[in-house]
């Protein structure tokens, strides 16, 4: 068994079977199973539009990600994606969805009504998850190898923050490492450390922040940064030695 989706209304949930390329439709109310709909490729990810009448599949291994009747299984329309579909989230009130490629570091916007691609999102490493806000204003993306969520604007179609996460594991350790990866890690680095490093450049700084009681700066830590440039994105890597303060498991860092 696969990803299970409700329907918009709650009504229907859908129950993925990866094994046999096919999705079963439960009735909530009465917990029937219609019969299952067998699907051109298996459901590494699906979501319901057009109230429910419609499903959107796709998976990791297809460049293609299908618009299918929920009744029939047939086609009503194919989007180009390329290969490394992840996963799948329409956009509350409007025809269009987002799409995350695991292999392109992307998350592109599609048309449902046209099958055009409206905008293209440079996001972090392996993007994977997607959680939309019910207000269909702002998106969020899992970034797998870059240990990040990308936070978007789905009105101006771009990164408006990056949320670096810990990636070392909890427990004592002597370094912390947190990477951050994204359009906006230049920024991010001015801001902690006051510059930005060359490309594939080790270097030393002295992390800085805001004195609550006096309104200067003080030293938190020195660390140890990288910053690699790749062709789509960004990305940043910070080790410090453990301090509660810089990681969030503890004095003896993460």
């Known amino acids: 068994t696969g990803a299970l989706r409700f329907s918009p209304d ?3 949930l859908g129950v993925a079977h990866r094994a046999t390329s096919e999705i079963s439709f439960v009735d909530v109310a009465t917990g029937t199973p219609g019969k299952p709909v067998r699907l051109p490729i298996w459901a590494g ?3 319901f539009i057009d109230d429910g009448a419609t499903i959107l599949v796709g998976n990791q291994s297809s460049s293609t990600v299908y618009a299918l009747d929920r009744s029939t299984g047939e086609a009503k329309r194919t989007f180009d994606a390329g290969s490394g579909v992840a996963a799948i989230a329409p956009i509350p009130g409007t025809t269009r969805f987002l799409v995350s490629n695991v292999q392109l ?3 592109q916007v599609f ?3 046209t099958g055009e691609v409206r905008d ?7 993007p994977q998850a997607i959680l939309v806000t019910e207000d269909g204003r702002r998106a969020y993306v899992a970034n797998a190898a870059s240990a990040s969520v990308s936070a978007i604007d ?3 179609m771009a990164v408006t923050d990056t949320i670096a996460a810990v990636a070392t594991p909890p427990g004592r350790g002597a370094l912390g490492v947190v990477r951050a990866s994204g359009p906006l890690v230049p920024r991010l680095l001015s801001n902690v450390v006051g510059c930005v490093p060359a490309p594939r450049v080790l270097f030393g700084a002295v992390l800085l922040r805001p004195c609550l009681l006096t309104e200067r700066l003080e ?3 020195r660390a140890r940064l990288t910053l690699r440039r790749l062709p789509r994105l960004d990305r ?3 080790q410090v030695h453990g301090r509660p303060q810089d990681t969030p498991h503890g004095p003896y860092g993460s």
């Open 10 to 12: 709650g009504t229907i």
């Open 105 to 107: 570091g992307l998350v």
């Open 154 to 156: 789905l009105g101006t």
């Open 45 to 47: 990810d699906y979501q």
């Open 236 to 238: 940043a890597g910070r």
């Open 120 to 126: 293209v999102i440079p996001v972090g490493q392996q």
């Open 219 to 221: 030293v938190v830590a």
């Open 111 to 113: 048309d449902a009504t």
